[in-house]
């Protein structure tokens, strides 16, 4: 076995010499004449299950996401979310309109962000879509309750979501 090192080590070594790899930064032209990139796919399954004792809501609550958009003075609130998330292939991408819509495509003219859902499914899940003035609750806090969703089974969805920056 000591032989069997002395020999197979060094001649691993001496096989893997001329091989060598180097990352370098490519010019804004170079990375312009790659094709082939297919952006970022993601795979996701997310149990969200209301636990009491962890948290202030009598009889439990689910999470809660608070976005603050641009320079605006409230938040856009996902609050109370339960259940099984489940995200297959998601995939982000960059796309140029251009064309489409009714000609709309051609006036817009303009990158987008693409999300495509291969496959994504809720189960027994719930979430409410609010207004606030604030992310988290505390002295002041206002919110308004616009809609809560709410399914006790499986719901599938595919497709693609286009997400415009605006102006």
């Keep these: 076995m000591d032989?069997?090192?002395q020999i197979v080590l060094p001649a691993l070594l001496l096989l893997a010499m001329p091989l060598?790899?180097?990352?370098q930064?490519?010019?804004?032209?170079e990375m312009?004449?790659?094709s082939g990139q297919a952006g970022v796919s993601l795979s996701v399954s997310l149990n969200i299950a209301r636990n009491p004792s962890q948290t202030r809501c009598a009889g439990g609550c689910g999470a809660r996401l608070a976005f603050k958009p641009g320079l605006s003075n409230g938040y856009i609130v996902?609050?109370?979310i339960q259940g099984r998330f489940s995200f297959d292939g998601v995939t982000l991408d960059i796309q140029r309109i251009n064309s489409g819509y009714n000609g709309e495509g051609a006036l817009f003219n303009k990158d987008v962000l693409k999300?495509?859902?291969?496959?994504?499914?809720?189960?027994?899940?719930?979430?409410?879509?609010?207004?606030?003035n604030q992310a988290v609750p505390g002295a002041g806090f206002d919110q308004h309750h616009l809609f809560t969703y709410?399914?006790?089974?499986n719901v599938r969805m595919q497709?693609?979501?286009y997400i415009f920056a605006a102006p």
């Design 115 to 132: 999300i495509g859902l291969r496959s994504a499914t809720f189960q027994n899940a719930q979430f409410t879509l609010a207004g606030a």
């Design 78 to 80: 996902l609050d109370n």
């Design 32 to 34: 312009q004449a790659v």
């Design 150 to 153: 709410q399914t006790n089974g």
């Design 20 to 23: 060598r790899a180097e990352m």
């Design 159 to 161: 497709g693609n979501l």
């Design 3 to 5: 032989m069997l090192r």
């Design 25 to 29: 930064a490519l010019a804004e032209e």
